[in-house]
């Protein structure tokens, strides 16, 4: 029977730097975020910490 594994890693905080975790892990994410980046292009909702 076949199966699929997956896992995700998620980094969020007030004070990083993206391209540093990016540069350390040798992984490019999926997406990354600021603070004051909207959650939602249509939206209003502005993001309180940086994500990688």
Do not use: C, V, Y
């Not at 594994?5 to 994410?29: E, R, V």
């Not at 004051?36 to 910490?49: A, W």
């Amino acid at each position: 029977m076949p199966f699929e594994i997956s896992a995700s890693l998620t980094i969020t905080g007030l004070d990083f730097d993206s391209q540093n975790i990016t540069d350390k892990l040798g992984i490019i994410p999926t997406k990354t975020w600021k603070i004051g980046d909207l959650i939602h292009p249509k939206g209003t909702i502005k993001r309180k910490h940086n994500g990688w």
